[in-house]
């Protein structure tokens, strides 16, 4: 394959035919992944120690925690302020559980609509800075034009200048800089095309 420009889309198409990515695939969590699941776990807790909160309740009662992202991605039994969302995770031919991401059926909320938008993702520290935030957004989209978005709102930390570059590199455009009320750092605020 012949890349004429290496930036952007066409660096996420290089990165899906030559660095194994063809191996990727974004699963609904399931049971079956507990084991990959509590070693993508034990890298943040070890790594990333701000992070690994969020998915604490995955390492203590897996099968809880599984049924939960379910019932998000259904709209049953959502918790205060929270809308459906559909959770996938990143996984390796070998079924290693590289990365989260969230895909939320809408932002119909001041939280969402300005601070947290309608993509949130993690990959797990030790899988950072080979291309698999690009690669895991990229087959993100279309998850998300199936539930009938067009344009997806996701923001990055002014200063995370990686998850700036996932996005940019899958065609996010770039709106303003915000300070939401709940996250404490300056948002960079982006619009991505899903189809």
């Known amino acids: 394959m012949e890349v004429r420009r290496y930036g952007d889309q066409d660096q996420v198409a290089f990165l899906l035919s030559h660095h194994g990515a063809n191996n990727m695939?974004?699963?609904?969590?399931?049971?079956?992944?507990?084991?990959?699941?509590?070693?993508?776990?034990?890298?943040?807790?070890?790594?990333d120690r701000e992070n690994a909160d969020y998915y604490f309740e995955g390492k203590t009662?897996?099968?809880?925690?599984?049924?939960?992202?379910?019932?998000?991605a259904m709209g049953v039994n959502l918790r205060e302020g929270y809308v459906p969302c559909s959770h996938f995770w990143l996984v390796d031919a070998q079924k290693t559980v590289l990365g989260a991401i969230r895909v939320r059926h809408n932002i119909n909320n001041e939280f969402l609509a300005i601070e947290a938008g309608h993509i949130g993702y993690d990959i797990a520290p030790s899988h950072r800075g080979?291309?698999?935030?690009?690669?895991?957004?990229k087959l993100a989209l279309p998850k998300a034009a199936e539930l009938g978005i067009e344009r997806a709102l996701i923001t990055a930390d002014e200063d995370n200048l990686a998850s700036r570059g996932v996005i940019e590199a899958n065609g996010g455009e770039f709106e303003s800089i915000v300070l939401g009320k709940v996250f404490p750092n300056a948002l960079a605020r982006y619009w991505v095309d899903c189809k």
Do not use: C
Request: hydrophobic share 40%; charged share 25%.
């Open 25 to 47: 695939e974004l699963v609904v969590p399931s049971p079956e992944l507990e084991l990959a699941f509590a070693h993508f776990y034990d890298d943040f807790a070890q790594n």
């Open 130 to 137: 080979k291309g698999n935030g690009k690669v895991m957004l």
């Open 61 to 72: 009662d897996f099968s809880t925690y599984v049924q939960r992202l379910h019932d998000e």
